[in-house]
Structure formats: C-alpha cells, structure tokens
Nanobody, 119 residues
Framework: QVQVAESGGGLVQAGGSLRLSCTASGTSFSIDHVDWYRQPPEKQREWVAGMPGSGVSSVTGRFTVARDNAKGPVNLEISSLKPEDTGIYYC?????????????????WGQGTQVTVSS
C-alpha cells in the first residue's frame, strides 16, 4: 500500500517563506505526478503547483515544487507569503504500484498540513 504524508506547516508571518514536504512511502511503486493543492477557510480546494514524478523542479509564480533526489520528498516552497495563502495544503500523488507482476494505478491524497499566515 502506498501512503502519502505532508509536513512542514505552521504559523508564519506575511512576507516570509515556507517549505512543505510530501513523502510517499510503500513498496514497489513509481510516481507519475505530484501535485499540491490548498483549501482556504470556507473555500473549495484549489490546485497550487505540481510536477512529473521524474522532474526535478517546477515554478508557478511564488510556488516552487522541487525534490533533492529521485527518492526524496517532493517539497513545496512558498515565497513572499500572504495572509490569503492561509489554508490546509494537500499533496496528491499519482502513480503505478506493482502487485504480483501487474501494474495498478493509484491516486492518493495526504491528510493535509495547516498553513496560517499572519499579517
């Protein structure tokens, strides 16, 4: 079974930066794509940034998705934080898992990590 977990959230001041991490664990799997989403208070979940599993980094405005190595966590770095960046940040991992020689797709969400930006 593949599990996904986020970490690194917390309370930060506006103007600062923050790094969140997404770790996928399990056996016999490969990652096709990793995406970060967020859900602001009382709003719908929205896509923030993402990159292919084989990628190294991807930049979308103030959001950078990157990983230090092929087996390491996929990090989301947010720069110039604003109060409107407040919300629960989720990692979504899509890929393939090998079970008894056959490949099965998976699409798994982490439990989320809270980010609160104070003005």
């Amino acid at each position: 079974q593949v599990q996904v977990a986020e970490s690194g959230g917390g309370l930060v001041q506006a103007g600062g930066s923050l790094r969140l991490s997404c770790t996928a664990s399990g056996t016999s799997f490969s990652i096709d794509h990793v995406d970060w989403y967020r859900q602001p208070p009382e709003k719908q979940r929205e896509w923030v940034a993402g990159m292919p599993g084989s990628g190294v980094s991807s930049v979308t405005g103030r959001f950078t998705v990157a990983r230090d190595n092929a087996k390491g966590p996929v990090n989301l770095e947010i720069s110039s934080l604003k109060p409107e960046d407040t919300g629960i940040y989720y990692c979504n991992v899509r890929g393939l898992r090998k079970i008894r020689g056959a490949l099965y797709p998976f699409d798994i969400w982490g439990q989320g990590t809270q980010v609160t930006v104070s003005s």
